[in-house]
């Protein structure tokens, strides 16, 4: 089996490249163009039509890129929020009914 990805417009950013250059390391007897997968040409002078599997990784992640926070992030939050927001209700509804006797409003109100 052969594999072909040269001549494509590839994107080099500090986000894919690594990643995308240890499957090319892990796969270079399959893929038959390795020299020919390049960046795809832009402005950046550093990754213009650069061959991907030989770029330092220096000249692509340097300080000043910031990862940015993925959507999956932010859900991972939201619901580490409410799971906390839910177990501290429980545990002042637990702590209020062995002080007073009293069942939380929710509970009070099912049949």
């Given at each position: 089996m052969h594999v072909f990805l040269g001549d494509n417009p590839w994107r080099c950013d500090c986000h894919y490249?690594?990643?995308?250059?240890?499957?090319?390391l892990k796969y270079k007897r399959v893929i038959r163009d390795l020299s020919d997968i390049r960046c795809s040409k832009s402005s950046d002078k550093k990754t213009s039509l650069v061959q991907i599997s030989t770029?330092?990784?220096?000249?692509?992640?340097?300080?000043?890129?910031?990862?940015?926070?993925?959507?999956?992030?932010i859900v991972n939050l939201v619901l580490l929020a409410l799971i906390l927001l839910v177990v501290g209700r429980f545990l002042y509804d637990w702590q209020n009914f062995k002080n007073t006797g009293e069942l939380?409003?929710?509970?009070?109100?099912?049949?």
């Amino acid at each position: 089996m052969h594999v072909f990805l040269g001549d494509n417009p590839w994107r080099c950013d500090c986000h894919y490249i690594p990643r995308f250059q240890s499957l090319l390391l892990k796969y270079k007897r399959v893929i038959r163009d390795l020299s020919d997968i390049r960046c795809s040409k832009s402005s950046d002078k550093k990754t213009s039509l650069v061959q991907i599997s030989t770029i330092p990784l220096g000249n692509i992640c340097g300080d000043d890129d910031v990862m940015p926070i993925s959507p999956i992030n932010i859900v991972n939050l939201v619901l580490l929020a409410l799971i906390l927001l839910v177990v501290g209700r429980f545990l002042y509804d637990w702590q209020n009914f062995k002080n007073t006797g009293e069942l939380p409003w929710l509970s009070s109100i099912l049949p």
